[in-house]
């Protein structure tokens, strides 16, 4: 299993560009999450996803957008990035029941000038 | 969810026990426990998690108090490489699964 994989591993953009963040896991996990990462901060949830079909928002949505078209797949979508959403970007799985928690990705590191 | 507080810094001499602690005074009844870590630049990494039982598996333990109102994570020899930031979670297994609200953790750094 290569577990939660995440693409690209870094990124600069330009304000008002657009981009998509892909995740993909081969865990057969029913869950799927974002979560952006400031420096010195801990990690804030944008969006999670219950199973294909099902999205809903976090604690930070503003400015993203997901879709969940697959088990395995949980792309976040940047529309119009502006550089307050410069961050770390981790996408994590779990299965629904309580197991061994949350599998993170390795990363996206993203930055808006 | 329950509010959690951790030191924000630790110390650990290599080969030593390292005993991390965590209030969580407002914790539910039916709130877990959850340990994450994360190594610099990495994802967190999920370590261990409990209900109201002391739990063990083979990268941690896990003391909880009987009143839950406070847990001890244990790494029992610690090596260089669990220098890392600490994450205690409390959660309830719900709808939204392990859907986890991290704060600020604790700061491990394990010296030679």
């Known amino acids: 299993n290569a577990g939660v994989t995440q693409t690209p591993k870094f990124r600069i953009l330009k304000i008002g560009q657009s981009m998509t963040l892909q995740c993909t896991q081969d865990?057969?996990?029913?869950?799927m999450y974002w979560y952006r990462q400031d420096p010195g901060m801990g990690l804030k949830l944008i969006y999670y996803?219950?199973?294909?079909?099902?999205?809903d928002k976090g604690e930070v949505p503003n400015g993203y957008n997901v879709s969940r078209s697959t088990t395995e797949d949980f792309p976040l979508r940047l529309e119009l990035a502006a550089p307050s959403q410069t961050s770390v970007y981790f996408c994590?799985?779990?299965?629904?029941?309580?197991?061994?928690?949350?599998?993170f990705g390795s990363g996206t590191r993203l930055t808006v000038v | 969810d329950a509010k959690t507080t951790q030191p924000t810094s630790m110390d650990c001499a290599e080969g030593r026990a390292a005993n991390l602690p965590c209030n969580h005074s407002?914790?539910?009844?039916?709130?877990?426990v959850y340990w994450y870590r994360q190594i610099h630049s990495q994802g967190p990494q999920y370590i261990i998690h409990?209900?109201?039982n002391n739990e063990t598996n083979e990268m941690a333990s896990l003391i909880i108090t009987e009143d839950r109102k406070s847990s001890t994570l244990i790494l029992p020899h610690a090596t260089l490489r669990d220098t890392a930031v600490y994450y205690c979670?409390?959660?309830?297994?719900?709808?939204?699964?392990?859907?986890?609200?991290f704060g600020g953790g604790t700061r491990l750094m394990v010296k030679p």
């Open positions: 407002t914790i539910s009844g039916n709130e877990y």
């Open positions: 996803s219950v199973g294909a079909g099902i999205t």
């Open positions: 979670i409390v959660r309830v297994q719900g709808n939204a699964g392990n859907m986890l609200t």
């Open positions: 994590a799985s779990s299965y629904g029941t309580e197991r061994r928690g949350n599998t």
């Open positions: 865990m057969n996990h029913n869950y």
């Open positions: 409990g209900l109201k």
